[in-house]
């Protein structure tokens, strides 16, 4: 029998983290624009409202960034993507306005910030899967970009480690459009509990 979305996200022992939600990312000077456009139609205002109710609810709100040192090194190479990345004129350095959260989300006292310098995903090789079970979470709902490669991934981790996933899929992004509502349908349909934005908020409220 399916859960009540209301125990499964219960503030107790939920978290909701965002994935890549930062200046250099999703801003107006991102590394992928075609992303970063995307993710204004409706993913960028939901995940503030989501982070208002969050908070409100007494939800820990946990901010995944991720960076590039100046040397390059610590950071990935093995992939196209880290190599577009690399050769972008948008430079994630830690500590830049790059990498900080968009201020339409923004970052409060009670938030946490974590940053990695490689990978695809906030979860693998990170604080992050510490830092949860240090809280006592054990759902997380995961938004931010992008679909294609990012949040995928940080499903597929988060799983695998035993958290249940929930995915508002009006606040996540991905391009073209088309494929990233294919690969909500046919791939994180499958391994996530799928919602929309309203629908937590009214849990939360």
């Known amino acids: 029998m399916a859960r009540a979305l209301s125990d499964v996200i219960a503030p107790a022992h939920t978290a909701l983290v965002t994935q890549e939600c930062q200046n250099g990312v999703i801003g107006e000077q991102a590394v992928l ?107 997380i709902v995961g938004v931010g970009v992008s679909v294609n490669v990012g949040m995928t991934n940080f499903a597929m981790d988060a799983v695998n480690l035993g958290y249940d996933f929930v995915l508002p899929r009006d606040a996540v992004a991905g391009v073209p459009e088309e494929y990233a509502n294919a690969v909500i349908e046919n791939t994180l349909s499958l391994i996530t509990t799928l919602v929309r934005t309203e629908d937590v908020i009214e849990v939360w409220s």
């Open 33 to 139: 624009p075609l992303l970063a456009d995307a993710a204004r139609k409706e993913m960028i205002p939901n995940v503030s409202r989501l982070v208002k109710a969050a908070r409100a609810a007494g939800v820990s709100v946990i901010h995944c960034t991720a960076v590039r040192r100046a040397d390059g090194k610590g950071s990935s190479t093995n992939a196209r993507l880290f190599m577009a990345v690399r050769k972008s004129p948008v430079t994630l350095l830690p500590g830049s306005e790059a990498a900080q959260v968009v201020s339409e989300i923004g970052v409060e006292a009670d938030d946490v910030v974590l940053s990695r310098l490689h990978g695809l995903g906030p979860m693998a090789g990170t604080d992050l899967d510490s830092v949860l079970r240090n809280l006592g979470v054990r759902t």
